[in-house]
């Protein structure tokens, strides 16, 4: 069922479990997401990026999660979210089709222009009943491409003074931050800086997000929900677990023509991953 995120988010913060925020990019993607959250009984965030947008269209996207959710997962809490909304444009349209939570993330200006910025979109979030998430320090990368320095990464980590300012200032729901991640899958160089996060986590109380957790093993993601991390963000794993089952298919079935014969193995391809991401974050069997 379509819930607001702040019923999963009040819930997960009394279990002590975290949540799956999922990027999905079309009907295949958020069948195998939510296929696999109806199976493993877990609450889940869906979330659309302004790439999928404009891939998609907005309402196409946003009818197709609320449908599944409504019908394939109906004992099943699912909200949906806009991750990385670059303007109020974008943000005010997510509001007005139905989301119950965007993000809104200036985090590549200055900390002054990100609050005046983010604060605009929160204000018009909290009219109509939305969460609003923003973003702190620096998270780099996607699909492969770093635009960032790996050896610089310390100092872009978010600084928990000011995000204790940027809370204040901002009124922000949820807050994204940077400890150690990127977005992508880059093995062996992401990691958490668990010391940040504790201080982060001790410095103020909304709910924390950890964005680019494809890069990291499994074991870290139950390790940063234990550190106080509530949402995780996942979008390459599921991208890469997608295109190399569907790869297999059409290399193995050449004579295949019916794209539902193609993209179904694809669909439970980016289910398992999901169960597996679930169970580590702990939300299985919590709806
Ligand atoms: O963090 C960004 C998400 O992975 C969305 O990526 O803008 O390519 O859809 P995208
Ligand atoms: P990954 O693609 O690294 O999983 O990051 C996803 C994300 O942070 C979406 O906002
Ligand atoms: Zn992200």
Known sequence: MLVHIKEIVAKAK????????????????????????????????????????????????????????KNEAADIPVALHLDHGHSFKSVSECINAGFSSIHIDASDLPFDENVKITKESVDYAHKHGVWAQGELGRIFGKEGLVNGNFEKLEEFLTDPQQAVEFVEKTGVDTLAISVGTYHGRFKGKEKIYFDRLDEIRKAISVPLVLHGASGIPDNELTKAIEHGIQIVNIDTSLRVAFTEKLKETVNKETDYVDPRKILGPSIEAVSEVVIRKIKHLGSNNKA
């Open 14 to 69: 009394e279990g002590n479990y975290g949540i799956g925020a999922f990027n999905v990019a079309n009907l295949e993607t958020t069948l195998g997401v939510t296929r696999a959250a109806v199976k493993v009984r877990a609450p889940i965030i869906i979330q659309v990026s302004e790439k999928t947008i404009e891939y998609a269209g907005l309402k196409p996207i946003t009818h197709i999660v609320q449908t599944i959710a």
